[in-house]
């Protein structure tokens, strides 16, 4: 009797742990993506696809903040999807339904041409206990079609020149090129430079030497580039034979000059950012500090300086066995030689000081004569007008098994306010450290080194931690704006993977002109009535473990509000999606939107859903003013209407109410 009393009571607990476990999970959350959209249905690499979603919350539980995640996949399988953009979920209570959240993502060009699958996964990055954690879905039959011809656009405000260090070549940087290129970003080309192309090791003459066999047709519109000296005489690369990627600074300054030039003229850029693997990064200081190397308006063209691993400081690690130890590239990066004489590249001194020990040549100015007196790079000033940032490796000796810790940092050598990130890698995986460099990249935090944009261009920008040191804990990117008459500003903020973003407008003497915050939400839609003048945007948010992973994007529209006339002929100077009127409406209102040029123009409604639910335009359009007129025979509630033309993109909301 007493056993079966026992086993009675266990029977019972049993039914009431149940019992509690299914009120549990009864009572969590649970985020799920109703539905979703895109547009276009057949895009080209390189072009923005427009993904739409909400989130709901299905649950009988409270969901705090979250994150939603769009996947592209050549199947509905999640893990055969290709993670493209991430952003913020407002907190959401039981039925509740988030905003509309856009996605704008430029299709990556290392996407194969077909089919695919375009699908979310709601909470990704589980920050809510849910009672369904496989909440992902796919669109199941509407399929997007990739072609097989990429689209030539710039994302990032500057093109990046990446430059490679000793003994190497631009293959360093091709895992850091395949993740940009998963951002979407476009790689433009790589710059060939032999630099010892008269295969004589005992002269150092730059006129003798540099030969450029960059095919200049082989460079197209991108977001970065890259330098290579990894050449031989006839112009095959990766398997020179003639140490021209072991060759003198100098000359690797003086080819930069060069590359810069080309990518200035390919992108139509005036400024690059320059990111120097190694002795690259003194390769840029060589270009930066000697201004005989300056473009022919005298301006070095430089808004940026990231260096990883450089031996600011000089290197005397062995070289013996990796590299030629008496090449004029290993004579240049020593702090000292075995007589005890410093450096004479970095530190200055004459170039008979290092005449002893066994360098091919000691001409380290390669002109042609010895014996001069040098200034050293360390001993020359440095601009003051660009951001410079440096990545320091600690996963070696004293440093990164190369270059120390200390002689990697150029703050040690110039007072600058150099951003330092240290990364426990050792010196040749520092390139592909993707987080560190990321973080490197990020986009200067002053308004003196803002990176200018343009209107009418989708640009995406990057949260990332802050520096060792650094006066800010959050993430402030500032870029620079001008305008030339009065006029109505719009910013457009998508894609943003933060709960906590801003948007700031300054005027040319930093006076604050408006601000908008995100609270919590994935956009921001703003618009200010501007003077004539220079200005400053500028955003800022905290960064979490894998902001720097999803960038967000912003695109600026500026129109005049003087004279513009449409019976003078006065063509429109942008793209403009006017707010519907009168809103809210019922049952019909009207759509006014402006395009600067014959584009084919797309103007569809959609329901809080991301449903269609009607076209009004859908056609080529010569440049004009024009509006569309919508008599809705739909319930009352929240739609949204978007203008698609050329690149760019608009959404606006409206209200119909019955």
Not at 135 to 153: G, H, K
Not at 278 to 305: C, F, I, P
Not at 395 to 413: E, I, K, P, T
């Amino acid at each position: 009797m007493l056993q079966f009393t026992t086993k009675s009571a266990s029977l019972r607990l049993l039914v009431l742990s149940l019992a509690f476990a299914t009120n549990v999970i009864a009572q969590n959350a649970d985020l799920v993506v109703p539905t979703g959209s895109f547009s276009p249905s057949t895009i080209n690499p390189g072009s923005i696809l427009t993904v739409t979603a909400t989130v709901k919350n299905i649950g009988t539980n409270f969901a705090g903040y979250s994150h939603l995640t769009v996947y592209i996949s050549p199947t509905t399988t999640l893990t055969d999807g290709k993670k493209l953009a991430t952003v913020s979920v407002e907190a959401l209570a039981p039925n509740a339904q988030s905003e509309l959240k856009e996605f704008l993502i430029p299709i990556p060009t290392s996407f194969a041409s077909g089919l695919y699958y375009v699908g979310w996964k709601a909470d990704s990055y589980d920050e809510v206990v849910e009672s369904n954690e496989s909440n992902y879905f796919y669109l199941p039959n509407t399929r997007l079609t990739i072609l097989s011809t990429p689209v030539l656009e710039r994302h990032f405000p500057c093109p990046l020149i990446f430059i490679h260090g000793l003994n190497s070549n631009s293959k360093t940087w091709d895992n850091l090129a395949s993740w940009l290129t998963d951002y979407g970003w476009t790689n433009g080309g790589r710059l060939d430079y032999c630099l010892n192309f008269d295969n004589d090791l005992t002269k150092a003459s730059a006129q003798a030497d540099i030969f450029d066999f960059t095919i200049d047709g082989n460079l197209k519109l991108g977001d970065f580039y890259f330098v290579n000296f990894d050449v031989n005489r006839d112009g095959s690369v990766f398997n020179n034979t003639i140490q021209s990627n072991q060759s003198a600074i100098v000359k690797q300054g003086i080819a930069l000059k060069a590359a810069i030039k080309k990518v200035l003229a390919v992108t139509g850029s005036d400024e690059v950012v320059l990111v120097g693997h190694s002795m690259g990064g003194l390769a840029s200081r060589e270009y930066l500090q000697n201004s005989t190397n300056w473009q022919a308006d005298g301006k070095h063209h430089v808004a940026k300086l990231l260096t990883v691993g450089t031996p600011h400081g000089g290197s005397n690690a062995w070289t013996f066995g990796i590299v030629d130890g008496y090449s004029e590239a290993v004579r240049d990066l020593r702090w000292s030689y075995s007589n005890g004489a410093s450096g004479v590249y970095l530190f200055g001194g004459n170039e008979r000081d290092i005449s002893t020990i066994g360098f091919y040549t000691i001409d380290v100015n390669c002109n042609g004569i010895i014996g001069d007196n040098i200034v050293g790079l360390n001993q020359k000033s440095l601009p003051n007008d660009l951001a410079f940032s440096c990545i320091i490796g600690t996963g070696g000796l004293s440093g990164d098994g190369v270059v120390d810790a200390a002689r990697a940092n150029l703050n040690n050598y110039y007072v600058i306010k150099a951003d330092t990130f240290l990364t426990n890698q050792i010196h040749t995986n520092l390139p592909s450290d993707l987080a560190t460099m990321m973080e490197g990249l990020d986009e200067p935090p002053f308004f003196q080194q803002a990176y200018d944009v343009k209107f009418g261009t989708y640009y995406f920008g990057l949260v990332t931690s802050q520096s060792v040191g650094s006066i800010f804990s959050r993430d402030y990117d500032d870029f620079r704006l001008r305008t030339n008459s009065k006029g109505r500003l719009d910013i457009k903020v998508r894609n943003i993977p933060v709960w906590n973003f801003s948007a700031t407008v300054f005027d040319s003497t930093f006076k604050l002109v408006a601000t908008v915050l995100s609270n919590v939400k994935s956009r921001i839609d703003t618009s200010l009535q501007l003077g004539p003048g220079s200005y400053f945007l500028e955003f800022d948010g905290q960064a979490d473990k894998l902001s720097w992973y999803y960038p967000y994007a912003f695109n600026l529209q500026f129109t005049p509000t003087t004279g513009i006339d449409n019976a003078d002929n006065v063509l429109p100077t942008g793209f403009v999606l006017e707010q519907n009127y009168p809103n809210p409406f019922n049952p019909s209102t009207t759509i006014k939107y402006q395009i600067p040029k014959q584009s084919h123009v797309s103007l569809r409604v959609f329901n809080a859903l991301g449903q269609e639910v009607a076209v009004l335009v859908d056609g080529e359009k010569e440049a004009g003013f024009y509006q569309a007129r919508w008599d809705a025979a739909l319930p009352s509630g929240v739609y949204f209407y978007r203008l698609q033309a050329a690149d760019y993109l608009e959404t606006k909301k409206m209200i119909l109410l019955r």
